[in-house]
């Protein structure tokens, strides 16, 4: 009998000859609304839990999540990415990604449950226990999402994993709310946290079916591509999560809560517009990695947008951070304020590297992931310690902001390298963003003043969507300026002015010539 279940096959490619940018849009439409909806899901469980629970709560649970965090990326395996990349996909390629990350899973779990106790002995509370043992589910889960799911990656078709982000926020959502409101406890936030992996695991199978066979029989097609990848999340989840642990030990739990529950606000707009175009990014990427010209501009126009998007966002963020907090959270958590004011800053120097991590994945030179983390690391470490021990949370931030700027500069030596574009190619194009960021941030400060002394909620969520909206459009208008004073040039602009232009066109003069 004819074994035909192991015969190579093609998944059907976008041409190279089909414009990237496009392609990239819609599929980066895609992947930014679901986060967007997602985001706002979160946004929603959070201002519930915030006034169901206490800060102490939020800070526990932000300590075992922190352990999780560094344990998970430690085994991290980005195999969908992995098979993204791949020229040619068999069956036996799914079924050796599904049986690698079940290996992960389950190692992941038996890790996590053995280093609670020495954790739960070292912050001197056992409720640490349980809380990491039910945490590691949520990682297990994440990473047995069905390996089908790269077929629609490759054709860069991201509508599914829209559901999928969307089901799986709403399951938390549900399940941590009705708990916070039935038992009142930090369980209610670790469910929340584990239903939603688990959720949107289960739907996968239904929207990409696969059935599950143990195999490891192009092990060799994973493990180069993997080796570096796993190093460089080490080293990255240590980045991020050390302020949380360092500061665990040094601080209460509930500032470490309200600390937590800022950080948290603050990473929503790079959640929702970073996190979900990196995808499309990659497989934009791998489409052009031959035509060297090609693949430079389709970063620099990558750069440009996400910058152009998110600019505003932060900055937006970082002015009305004391009315937002006081309208969404109230006043038992407005210390939480200034943290988020000076924690979105710190997220800028971000920006402006945002598709450094796709096009190093696209030319498979995951090398440079580890050593990017590295320096970052060396940078960081020192300046979090100190800062943590002298400054508590202001000089975290200030640690982050300069290790995030040092950072930002390697990657951007790199880029040059990669691609050949200077470093000040790369920063060219931002100006544009950065001034007009600077005349919201005056329009915006000049309204903060008069919105500071509003006591009724309606009238201060007015007061606060009058001045983003002024702000926005302050924004938006100084961008469109430049962008005319400059001729007009190709861009996130033009494409937003197209869009737009197409709207506004009358129906008649798409037709034909009428014959009568």
Same mark, same amino acid.
């Given at each position: 009998?004819?074994?035909?279940?192991?015969?190579?096959?093609?998944?059907?490619?976008?041409?190279?000859?089909?414009?990237?940018?496009?392609?990239?849009?819609?599929?980066?439409?895609?992947?930014?609304?679901?986060?967007?909806?997602?985001?706002?899901?979160?946004?929603? #469980?959070?201002?519930?839990?915030?006034?169901?629970?206490?800060?102490?709560?939020?800070?526990?649970?932000?300590?075992?999540?922190? &352990?999780?965090?560094?344990?998970?990326?430690?085994?991290?395996?980005?195999?969908?990415?992995?098979?993204?990349?791949?020229?040619?996909?068999?069956?036996?390629?799914?079924?050796?990604?599904?049986?690698?990350?079940?290996?992960?899973?389950?190692?992941?779990?038996?890790?996590?449950?053995?280093?609670?106790?020495?954790?739960?002995?070292?912050?001197?509370?056992?409720?640490?226990?349980?809380?990491?043992?039910?945490?590691?589910?949520?990682?297990?889960?994440?990473?047995?999402?069905?390996?089908?799911?790269?077929?629609?990656?490759?054709?860069?078709?991201?509508?599914?994993?829209?559901?999928?982000?969307?089901?799986?926020?709403?399951?938390?959502?549900?399940?941590?709310? #009705?708990?916070?409101?039935?038992?009142?406890?930090?369980?209610?936030?670790?469910?929340?946290?584990?239903?939603?992996?688990?959720?949107?695991?289960?739907?996968?199978?239904?929207?990409?079916?696969?059935?599950?066979?143990?195999?490891?029989?192009?092990?060799?097609?994973?493990?180069?591509?993997? /080796?570096?990848?796993?190093?460089?999340?080490?080293?990255?989840?240590?980045?991020?999560?050390?302020?949380?642990?360092?500061?665990?030990?040094?601080?209460?739990?509930?500032?470490?809560?309200?600390?937590?529950?800022?950080?948290?606000?603050?990473? &929503?707009?790079?959640?929702?517009?970073?996190?979900?175009?990196?995808?499309?990014?990659?497989?934009?990427?791998?489409?052009?990695?031959?035509?060297?010209?090609?693949?430079?501009?389709?970063?620099?126009?990558?750069?440009?947008?996400?910058?152009?998007?998110?600019?505003?966002?932060?900055?937006?963020?970082?002015?009305?951070?004391?009315?937002?907090?006081?309208?969404?959270?109230?006043?038992?958590?407005?210390?939480?304020?200034?943290?988020?004011?000076?924690?979105?800053?710190?997220?800028?120097?971000?920006?402006?590297?945002?598709?450094?991590?796709?096009?190093?994945?696209?030319?498979?030179?995951?090398?440079?992931?580890?050593?990017?983390?590295?320096?970052?690391?060396?940078?960081?470490?020192?300046?979090?310690?100190?800062?943590?021990? *002298?400054?508590?949370?202001?000089?975290?931030?200030?640690?982050?902001?300069?290790?995030?700027?040092?950072?930002?500069?390697?990657?951007?030596?790199?880029?040059?390298?990669?691609?050949?574009?200077?470093?000040?190619?790369?920063?060219?194009?931002?100006?544009?963003?950065?001034?007009?960021?600077?005349?919201?941030?005056?329009?915006?400060?000049?309204?903060?003043?008069?919105?500071?002394?509003?006591?009724?909620?309606?009238?201060?969520?007015?007061?606060?969507?009058?001045?983003?909206?002024? /702000?926005?459009?302050?924004?938006?208008?100084?961008?469109?300026?430049?962008?005319?004073? #400059?001729?007009?040039?190709?861009?996130?602009?033009?494409?937003?002015?197209? *869009?737009?232009?197409?709207?506004?066109?009358?129906?008649?003069?798409?037709?034909?010539?009428?014959?009568?």
């Amino acid at each position: 009998m004819i074994e035909t279940a192991q015969e190579p096959f093609e998944v059907p490619l976008p041409s190279p000859r089909v414009k990237v940018s496009h392609q990239t849009m819609v599929a980066g439409s895609w992947m930014v609304g679901g986060r967007f909806l997602s985001r706002i899901l979160d946004l929603l #469980t959070m201002l519930a839990l915030a006034r169901l629970l206490r800060s102490v709560d939020f800070g526990l649970v932000a300590i075992a999540a922190s &352990i999780v965090s560094v344990v998970e990326a430690a085994l991290e395996l980005p195999l969908s990415q992995a098979l993204v990349r791949l020229p040619t996909l068999k069956p036996s390629h799914y079924d050796t990604a599904f049986t690698l990350s079940l290996i992960r899973g389950s190692v992941l779990s038996l890790i996590l449950c053995s280093i609670s106790l020495p954790f739960a002995r070292f912050y001197a509370d056992s409720r640490l226990i349980p809380l990491i043992c039910v945490l590691s589910f949520a990682p297990a889960a994440r990473g047995l999402v069905s390996p089908r799911m790269a077929d629609f990656a490759r054709r860069l078709d991201f509508s599914r994993d829209f559901a999928l982000e969307f089901g799986g926020k709403f399951a938390a959502l549900l399940v941590s709310v #009705t708990l916070a409101l039935t038992f009142r406890t930090y369980w209610s936030i670790a469910a929340g946290t584990a239903v939603s992996p688990i959720s949107a695991t289960l739907l996968s199978y239904v929207l990409a079916p696969y059935r599950p066979r143990l195999s490891l029989k192009e092990l060799s097609s994973f493990s180069g591509f993997l /080796g570096w990848i796993t190093g460089a999340q080490v080293l990255s989840a240590v980045n991020w999560q050390s302020d949380r642990l360092l500061l665990g030990k040094l601080t209460s739990l509930s500032a470490l809560g309200l600390f937590s529950t800022a950080n948290d606000i603050a990473n &929503i707009p790079l959640q929702t517009v970073f996190a979900p175009i990196l995808r499309p990014l990659l497989s934009a990427f791998a489409l052009v990695k031959h035509d060297v010209r090609r693949l430079a501009s389709s970063y620099l126009a990558s750069s440009t947008a996400v910058f152009t998007l998110t600019l505003p966002i932060l900055v937006g963020e970082s002015l009305i951070a004391g009315p937002a907090v006081r309208l969404l959270f109230g006043q038992k958590w407005s210390a939480a304020a200034p943290m988020l004011r000076w924690l979105a800053l710190s997220l800028i120097p971000a920006l402006f590297a945002v598709p450094f991590g796709p096009l190093v994945m696209a030319l498979d030179r995951t090398r440079i992931f580890l050593r990017r983390n590295a320096f970052e690391l060396c940078v960081k470490i020192p300046l979090i310690v100190v800062g943590a021990i *002298k400054f508590q949370f202001f000089g975290v931030i200030f640690a982050r902001f300069v290790s995030e700027s040092a950072t930002v500069f390697y990657c951007m030596l790199m880029v040059r390298r990669l691609v050949g574009v200077p470093i000040r190619e790369q920063l060219r194009p931002l100006w544009k963003s950065i001034t007009g960021a600077i005349g919201m941030a005056v329009v915006v400060g000049l309204c903060i003043p008069h919105i500071g002394d509003i006591c009724s909620p309606f009238s201060l969520g007015t007061a606060i969507a009058l001045a983003v909206l002024m /702000g926005a459009a302050t924004y938006c208008g100084i961008l469109l300026l430049l962008w005319r004073w #400059t001729g007009s040039p190709q861009g996130i602009e033009a494409m937003v002015a197209e *869009k737009i232009a197409a709207l506004f066109k009358r129906p008649d003069s798409q037709r034909g010539p009428q014959v009568y």
